[in-house]
């Protein structure tokens, strides 16, 4: 064969190999560095899938590698609660993503802790109308629960078609808070793809939930027995929540489905609270966004007012991803949306009764088909507190008949005792518990 011949040949091969990048990941959603990103060795991806033709809604994703053997890691999904708040701004570039914001809101920091050191991670704005997630029909943004979890199965499977060689890795699928709804709801719709499926399956290996969402009427009440016993409500008040509410009537919206009596008393709770407690982590002290504001466009460094702990973080993550430059880097916005990103959705309009779906038979149908299920709860959150989480978990097990394998006991770290979070994990007929 002449030389030209091969030559042509091979031309004619990368070009075919060409929009498919290396490993067969996707070119166009290659995220090259991010705007004032220190030095990685693993690869970044971030861009769009369409989940609905007709009325062109899609969902945004930001996909990190792990940091060494990518190859052979597991796949983790991670989506963040609300509903309507952003897996790529909360998990992703402030909880257990590769980089947290820098003080001056222009660049990123190493996140020493990040969960790519064990796992592929994929990060997904999920519904459409959360932070760059869009549709052409804005009817889309009236949802809910079963078209959340249908339409990330349709990403899902378009995902790995974007990137075949994970096909078969390990499937976890993790989230926190409101997505103790999202993330039940997607593995009971997998598994019954699994079921019906007779080529591609999921190979789901686990789901881990933080702060859940399970059970409305148990987890609302939970946050006011959380602050009384937190000092940050009074007794009166306390005992007003205690002797007036029935959350069994509790809608996820607001308490207009209780009585007069009881709505008195959560906003005399609420108002004790105030603005002057991150609800999230109660230790923590409080950013005071005006401020933070007027130093991010002075190109100061925001000031860390807890050691060790940058509490203005949030507010420095919503600079960094409104900057056009990080926008470009990351292939989002495309559609130069009319409104600016931010964490938590402004024009979602989600299905208040859906808040009030019970979990727990979800759960038992996961353990059933062997299927651990890590539920970790941190104890300084009083939106989804552990006081709910806790009795849950043990009715649950209690319901599914599991014994206790592991007892209640002190986790040691460096010879001091840590109580951040408490974990119960749930599988092959057994209740384990762990304090870390």
Request: charged share 20%.
């Amino acid at each position: 064969m002449g030389r030209w011949r091969v030559w042509l040949l091979l031309t004619v091969g990368v070009l075919a190999a060409a929009g498919r990048g290396i490993w067969g990941h996707p070119l166009e959603d290659v995220v090259v560095g991010l705007p004032g990103q220190p030095k990685v060795d693993f690869r970044q991806f971030a861009g769009y899938v369409e989940v609905d033709e007709k009325t062109g809604k899609n969902l945004f994703y930001y996909f990190v590698e792990a940091e060494r053997h990518a190859d052979k890691k597991p796949v983790t999904l991670w989506l963040n609660g609300g509903p309507g708040c952003s897996s790529v701004g909360g998990g992703a570039f402030t909880e257990l993503g590769p980089f947290f914001p820098r003080g001056d809101g222009r660049g990123l920091r190493i996140n020493k802790h990040s969960w790519n050191k064990v796992s592929n991670l994929l990060f997904v704005e999920s519904p459409a109308g959360v932070g760059w997630s869009y549709s052409n029909e804005t009817s889309d943004y009236t949802c809910g629960d079963q078209s959340t979890a249908n339409d990330m199965h349709v990403f899902l499977m378009k995902w790995f078609e974007k990137f075949p060689e994970f096909k078969t890795r390990d499937l976890f699928l993790s989230g926190e808070s409101y997505a103790g709804h999202y993330i039940p709801q997607l593995a009971d719709v997998l598994l019954n793809h699994n079921k019906h499926s007779s080529d591609s399956k999921f190979n789901i290996k686990g789901i881990a939930i933080g702060n859940p969402l399970l059970k409305l009427d148990r987890d609302v009440p939970a946050t006011y027995e959380y602050y009384w016993s937190h000092g940050m409500i009074s007794d009166e008040i306390g005992l007003k929540i205690k002797n007036e509410c029935d959350f069994k009537y509790y809608v996820f919206d607001g308490a207009h489905n209780v009585s007069q009596e009881c709505n008195a008393a959560i906003s005399e709770a609420d108002q004790a609270v105030g603005n002057y407690i991150n609800a999230y982590d109660v230790i923590l002290d409080v950013c005071y966004p005006s401020i933070v504001e007027q130093e991010l466009r002075l190109r100061k460094y925001v000031t860390k007012m807890s050691i060790g702990v940058d509490v203005c973080m949030t507010m420095e993550r919503r600079y960094y991803f409104n900057l056009p430059e990080v926008q470009r880097a990351l292939h989002a916005n495309r559609t130069s949306l009319p409104y600016r990103w931010s964490m938590c959705s402004d024009i979602l309009n989600y299905h208040d009764k859906d808040g009030s779906i019970n979990i727990l038979p979800l759960l038992r149908r996961i353990i059933k088909h062997k299927i651990p299920v890590w539920v970790f709860s941190g104890d300084q959150d009083s939106v989804v507190p552990l006081q709910g989480s806790r009795t849950l978990v043990r009715e649950l097990a209690y319901d599914m008949r599991f014994g206790v394998t592991v007892p209640y006991t002190a986790w040691f770290l460096k010879g001091q005792v840590h109580f951040s979070f408490y974990i119960y994990v749930i599988e092959k007929r057994s209740l384990k518990y762990f304090i870390c």
